[in-house]
């Protein structure tokens, strides 16, 4: 791909056990589900003068995801398989502005049109964003927000999250220590710790979170190790978990390998633990 531009893919696998009650009857089944996800980052344009103290840069977005589940068939269960979609395209602009003291502040805002399709909610709508980030150093901070404005099926249909995130970014030369910690409230879209550690910054492991809103905040934890040699080999273990209503904890742990070329392909796997359902496992494969 160009300079510019950023094409990534991902696939994942995830099983485990789904209870369901009924008066006093409790009963539970097999659990397996699949994601497939694709996407394009496309850098538009930079410019130092288009706003005057730093450099602008508008980037254009798109994705595509696909995830299947499939229920297997019970003591008084059917075999019941669920399919759904999601596909977004979306400008954002940037401004980073350097500082006397060489931090540098970077704001941004976004816009983007996203279809939902499947057996769950369906329609379009129109998403917008803001956000801010500041680095100093290998110091980072990072707080942005995303709320879905418009839907066309669902009129009081809510998606919106925001999120912050404390990092230490790699060194220079891409190798040794790094870790964020962050939080995050609303509808976790992405994983915080991703976009820092330059891990899987496509879709998240699949799990029964993207189904919930919650006003408790979520933890974000991570850490990473790039090792010199052999070059762009990197390990790095995360874990997400919230104290609300439904407790989750997301662990997971992951290697990449980045080459000179600028290949690169990882694989993670993950365990979900909630206190109402059995372990949820799940394992994904990515390459860009």
Known sequence: MADNARLWAAAGFGWGEVEFTESTNSQASDLSQTMIAAGIDLSLMSSENLIKGGTTTIKLNSQS????????????????????????????????????????????????????????????????????????GRVMLKFNSQTLLTHSDVDDFEDWSFRGMIALQPSSDGHGLSMSLGSSWGMANGDLESDTLRS???????????????????????????????????LWTSYRGTDHDNQFRVMQVGLQFRSSQGFNAGLQIGRQESIHRSPHHASSFEAH
């Not at 805002?109 to 279809?115: F, H, K, S, Y």
């Not at 933890?219 to 090792?227: E, G, K, L, P, T």
Request: hydrophobic share 35%; no cysteine; charged share 20%.
């Open 200 to 234: 899987f910054s496509a879709e998240p492991i699949p799990n029964q979170r993207e189904s919930l809103i919650s006003t408790s905040p979520w933890i974000h934890a991570a850490v990473r190790y790039d090792f010199s040699k052999p070059d762009g080999l990197g």
């Open 65 to 136: 995801a696909f995830t299947s589940a499939e229920v297997d068939e019970g003591v008084s269960l059917e075999q019941t398989s669920l399919d759904a979609s999601r596909h977004r395209v979306s400008f954002k602009g940037l401004h980073a502005r350097t500082l006397k003291s060489d931090a540098v502040i970077t704001p941004s805002i976004e816009a983007g049109w996203r279809i939902d399709g499947g057996d769950g909610t369906t329609g379009n709508g129109l998403e917008i964003g803001a956000g801010l980030g500041y680095s100093t």
